[in-house]
């Protein structure tokens, strides 16, 4: 019978250590929904900055990752929508950071991409707009594609609902939305999630980010109950 890997069950403070000054980092979530809010906070706590934020949008000025912007903290936002925080477009204007827009849904399959080892995809989205200028085209069939090359970061923070011991996460509702595809995508991953149970609590056939794809879990509100042997 395999081995039962138990994964640490860590304060969010702890979690974001791994975050280092320069690294990339992608964060579940999509405007309010699905953000892993105790562990961006510990985050932006930490005052760790040069990073490079992989996510859907940029939240708003104080809420969530947004923070992260508005703090300074960030050097390069890649998502598919920042129009809610205005420091973001502020600090672009002003030549403090780095933005790559990408369309939402060229941005989850490049998401996709980088988890499952891919070296891109092809999308006839952008073809003959802004979004194609700086990338390779092919022709198909008599039809163009741009050539979209695969995401990834050194880290993930990701919201879930329920963790096993075993990392084994279950979603609830649209909370879901890009975290199960993040967890694939980075070199470590952070889950963070309403309460830890044992090894056999969870429905299998509701787990949906198999225990193998993350590292560490983190607890809501850093409420550590959930730590139990």
Request: a negative charge; proline letters at 4%; aromatic letters at 6%.
């Amino acid at each position: 019978m395999a081995k039962k890997v138990i994964k640490p069950v860590l304060s969010a403070a702890e979690a974001v250590k791994c975050i280092k000054p320069g690294m990339s980092v992608i964060i579940g979530g999509f405007n309010y929904g699905g953000i892993p809010y105790t562990l961006v906070d510990a985050l932006v706590e930490s005052g760790v900055g040069e990073l490079t934020l992989i996510a859907n949008d940029s939240a708003y000025e104080d809420v969530g990752h947004g923070k992260l912007v508005a703090n300074g903290q960030v050097k390069k936002v890649v998502a598919s929508h920042v129009g809610l925080n205005k420091k973001t477009g502020q600090f672009y204007m002003e030549g403090k950071l780095e933005l790559e827009l990408c369309p939402q849904g060229t941005f989850v399959e490049r998401i996709r991409a980088g988890g499952f080892g891919l070296g891109g995809i092809l999308t006839p989205t952008g073809v003959g707009t802004v979004v194609e200028e700086g990338k390779q085209v092919l022709e198909i069939d008599g039809k163009k594609y741009l050539l979209e090359l695969p995401l990834r970061a050194n880290v993930a923070l990701i919201r879930a609902y329920q963790a096993d011991r075993m990392g084994n996460l279950t979603y609830f509702g649209t909370n879901r939305n890009f975290n199960p595809i993040m967890a694939t995508a980075a070199d470590y991953v952070v889950a963070e999630v309403d309460s830890v149970l044992e090894v056999g609590e969870l429905d299998p056939n509701e787990i949906v980010t198999p225990g193998i794809l993350i590292d560490a879990l983190v607890v809501k509100g850093d409420n550590y109950y959930a730590n139990r042997t």
